[in-house]
């Protein structure tokens, strides 16, 4: 039987969100941002341990009390340069204690409107799966591709078009192969695609958005107060 790690890249600076901190240890919902994406894996039974991925100079991880989450949680202090390198780092990191068979449920620490039903759905929904895949909603509005004035250059048709989320579920010896051979990649799934590999598409059926600029703050604070604090 295969078993179910989850990796969490948490070695970004958010430049984006432009706080005196990484956004990962804002406070939201009253915990560090990154406890509720942690949290919602760590209740998944079938995740057998959450490996959270920091950056080597991380002085921010050891001022939150992590108890609560600890007895599942593995902290892997190899973050690299971009995602990709923290994700290939932690897969690296971990090769001596899975087996290439094994899922790999990789996901932002910045999503953390990710709920333990949600990691549940997408388990059950690639238990059966020869490639893999990753949460993803279908696009809602109509597209536009704009020029360098900010002015429409063309309409891009929505049909088939959909927004790639994590986790992105994929065994540990492929993905392992592929962010070697691909390290330029924006998520796993691209890795995997450029293999030649068609991940599979998982409809998220929850707010699952990545906290990326101030504004976003506001919305998963509503989201995570409205479900109750985990
Ligand atoms: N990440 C990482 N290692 C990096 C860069 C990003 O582990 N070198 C992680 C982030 O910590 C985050 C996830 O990848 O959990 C998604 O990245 P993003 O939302 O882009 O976070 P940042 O890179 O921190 O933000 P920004 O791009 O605005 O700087
Ligand atoms: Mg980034």
Redesign the pocket.
Same mark, same amino acid.
């Given at each position: 039987m295969s078993r179910h790690f989850a990796i969490v &890249?948490?070695? #970004?600076?958010?430049? /984006?969100?432009g706080a005196g901190r &990484? @956004?990962?240890y804002l406070e939201l919902a009253g915990r560090p941002l990154i406890w509720h994406a942690l949290a919602a894996l760590a209740g998944a039974r079938r995740i057998a341990c959450v490996c959270v991925?920091l950056s080597p100079e991380d002085d921010w991880w050891p001022r939150f009390d992590w108890a609560p989450l600890a007895a599942r949680l593995r902290v892997l202090r190899v973050? #690299?340069?971009? /995602?990709a390198?923290?994700v290939g780092n932690a897969l690296e990191a971990l090769a001596a204690d899975v087996a290439p068979e094994d899922w790999m449920l990789v996901h932002?620490?910045?999503r953390a409107c990710l709920t333990t039903a949600q990691v549940d759905a997408l388990i059950d929904a690639l238990a059966d799966d020869a490639v893999g895949g990753l949460l993803a909603q279908p696009v809602a509005d109509t597209l536009k591709r704009g020029d360098a004035a900010s002015r429409v250059a063309q309409t891009v048709p929505r049909e088939a078009m959909w927004q790639a989320q994590t986790p992105q579920m994929f065994r540990h010896g492929v993905l392992r192969r592929a962010l070697a051979e691909a390290p330029h990649v924006t998520d796993e799934a691209g890795a995997i695609e450029s293999l030649g590999l068609a991940p599979r598409l998982v409809a998220a059926e929850a707010p699952n958005f @990545?906290v990326?600029f101030p504004q976003d703050l506001a919305l998963a604070e509503l989201i995570l107060r409205a479900r109750g604090e985990r």
């Open positions: &890249p948490a070695a #970004g600076s958010g430049s /984006r969100m &990484p @956004k990962q991925v973050g #690299g340069a971009t /995602r390198q923290t932002d620490a910045a @990545k990326t």
